[in-house]
């Protein structure tokens, strides 16, 4: 089993929807959870970041982390095009410095 | 300010010949990491340093692979000899030393080993 199982999609909805992306996770050590975005031959960047378990919010975007379940989510209000790129989840087991990633959500939301 | 830069953006060699992928990080970031991704392991950390030293090379596939730190604002990662496998976009990230801080990736290197 991969230690982060991640939906590759692809994932195409109209302006306006909420989208929900999700991954899950076997090693209960890790307590970091983030959510990065790449935009088409792009790097990532760092979207949303998370300790243990709970909600946390930033404009249009909820991160949810279930430590129970081994499940974390990310949440789209009002999805726009500008959104359109592919969604990675990441994250590490305490005082490490490595991350382990999904391998990503291509999103596509059109106008 | 200026990101994480690396060079070249694209890479296209043949089996067998030496590859040296550039990466300069953000100054001031003590932390760097060099990742793979493809298709079909997605992206993941060859390698990270601290302060110029290497922590963690446990990532690195083959001997095939080395990278190094001379100073603050430099990094290498060398395949040699390159193969077909190789083929990936690299990406180099940096990090500051505040604890929990994010990782600041550059646009990759898009390598093609024919």
């Known amino acids: 089993q991969k230690e982060v199982e991640q939906d590759p999609g692809p994932l195409s909805v109209p302006e306006g929807a909420i989208v929900s992306l999700n991954c899950t996770y076997s090693?209960?050590?890790?307590?970091?959870f983030m959510w990065y975005r790449q935009y088409s031959r792009k790097g990532p960047e760092l979207l949303m970041y998370t300790y243990s378990s709970g909600n946390k919010e930033d404009g249009r975007f909820t991160a949810q982390v279930d430590k129970s379940s081994k499940y974390i989510s990310l949440f789209i209000r009002d999805s726009q095009p500008s959104d359109s790129a592919t969604y990675l989840c990441?994250?590490?087991?305490?005082?490490?410095?490595?991350?382990?990633f999904g391998k990503g959500t291509k999103l596509t939301v059109n106008p | 300010d200026a990101g994480v830069i690396q060079s070249p953006r694209h890479e296209v060699t043949e089996m067998g010949q030496e590859v040296t992928l550039r990466c300069k990080p953000i100054s001031g970031h003590d932390y760097l990491f060099w990742y793979r991704q493809t298709m079909m392991r997605g992206l993941e950390l060859l390698i990270y340093?601290?302060?110029?030293?290497?922590?963690?090379d446990s990532g690195m596939p083959e001997d095939r692979f080395s990278a190094k730190m001379p100073n603050a604002s430099f990094s290498t990662l060398k395949i040699q000899p390159s193969e077909p496998r190789d083929s990936a976009v690299y990406f180099c990230?940096?990090?500051?030393?505040?604890?929990?801080?994010?990782?600041?990736f550059g646009d990759g290197t898009r390598l093609s080993i024919l």
């Open positions: 090693n209960s050590a890790f307590q970091y």
């Open positions: 990230a940096s990090r500051g030393g505040q604890a929990l801080g994010p990782q600041h």
């Open positions: 990441a994250m590490s087991a305490g005082g490490s410095e490595k991350l382990v």
């Open positions: 340093f601290n302060n110029n030293v290497p922590i963690d």
